[in-house]
């Protein structure tokens, strides 16, 4: 039967927190407006409508919201272009051991399209992708399913046979909410993911394989 890994970008794949912290502060601070590193903490991983609301209130006019949010990212992807970027680490071992044990694999993120595509290239694992799902994909942002469900679709992978990868407790119940099992890559007290690790690279080789029941199957 067919299965699959659906992906989290950033903190997961990739740590980029810096950059997009970075982004944030100096963007912010061009429109007059700031952000501490404790409120950018509270809020990584969630899309860019839901962090300015939280931060900037439900009165922010919408076209000050996507301004704001459009300059943040382009600010973004400058930095990545200009610094790159390394998977974290067993992440890029994992996509390819996973790609080798014929799963479908797709990113599932709360990223802009253009940050997701542009990450998946820096790190060279565009290949082994089936689907790059992003926040313009969906109608709603973790910690709903539309992301991981919308992956699915795309694999072609029933949810029950999806596995996700997250390091946010918003995405860990987006896998919750979609039916999918999860491995949280964080601290002990993670949120309630299936599995908790601290590093991709400590994970045990049949994870994948015991979460959707699929004993006597082997991930080389």
Excluded at 33 to 39: F, G, M, P, Y
Excluded at 109 to 114: E, F, T, Y
Aim: negative net charge.
């Amino acid at each position: 039967m067919t299965r699959a890994v659906l992906w989290d970008l950033d903190g997961t794949l990739v740590d980029s927190a810096e950059q997009h912290w970075q982004a944030w502060r100096e963007t912010l601070e061009a429109a007059g407006l700031s952000v501490t590193r404790a409120q950018f903490r509270e809020t990584f991983g969630q899309r860019n409508d839901a962090i300015l609301t939280r931060w900037l209130g439900t009165g922010i006019p919408t076209d000050r919201m996507r301004a704001i949010g459009d300059a943040k990212e382009a600010r973004y992807r400058d930095l990545v272009a200009a610094a790159g970027l390394t998977p974290l680490p067993g992440a890029a071992d994992w996509v390819g051991r996973l790609a080798r044990g014929s799963w479908r694999q797709a990113v599932a993120s709360s990223a802009p399209r253009l940050n997701v595509e542009v990450v998946v290239r820096a790190l060279g694992l565009a290949a082994h992708f089936g689907a790059l799902v992003a926040a313009e994909d969906v109608e709603h942002g973790k910690p709903a399913p539309d992301v991981f469900l919308a992956a699915a679709r795309r694999l072609g992978v029933p949810p029950a046979r999806c596995v996700v990868v997250e390091d946010a407790p918003a995405g860990i119940e987006a896998a919750r909410r979609a039916g999918m099992a999860s491995i949280g890559v964080g601290p002990p007290e993670f949120a309630p993911a299936h599995v908790i690790v601290a590093s991709l690279e400590h994970l045990p080789s049949d994870t994948f394989d015991r979460l959707i029941g699929d004993a006597g199957a082997t991930t080389t």
